[in-house]
């Protein structure tokens, strides 16, 4: 079964902090990796942040390195976006999606199945 559902977004001011949520199949979390993009309206979709279910590395675009903490939780079968030090240029909505591997240029990530998004607005 393939099912990514996410979860968190809303409104914040800038320099504040949201944490996405991932509802993730376990079909998925055994097979593959983890990651999330995001889309602003008007621009391409970013490659953010990726977990490697082979090795537990985390790979992050430059864009969040540094602000931004993607995690798993393995029993609850979810998978976590920690966003700090939120920016304005941060809005987007957000997609937690599957890959067959992270790769170390987070942009180049090629996704496979994705959920609905959810949508973060950063503005004051």
């Known amino acids: 079964q393939v099912q990514l559902e996410e979860s968190g977004g809303g409104l914040v001011q800038p320099g504040g902090s949201l944490r996405l949520s991932c509802a993730v199949s376990?079909?998925?979390?055994?097979?593959?990796?983890i990651g999330w993009f995001r889309q602003a309206p008007g621009k391409e979709r970013e490659g953010i942040s990726c977990f490697s279910s082979s090795n537990a590395n985390t790979y992050y675009a430059d864009s969040v390195r540094g602000r931004f903490t993607i995690s798993r939780d393995n029993r609850r079968n979810t998978v976590y976006l920690q966003m700090n030090s939120l920016k304005p240029e941060d809005t987007a909505v957000y997609y937690c999606a599957s890959t067959v591997g992270c790769v170390p240029n987070v942009k180049d990530t090629v996704f496979g199945y994705w959920g609905q998004g959810t949508e973060v607005t950063v503005s004051s």
């Open positions: 376990r079909y998925l979390l055994d097979y593959y990796s």
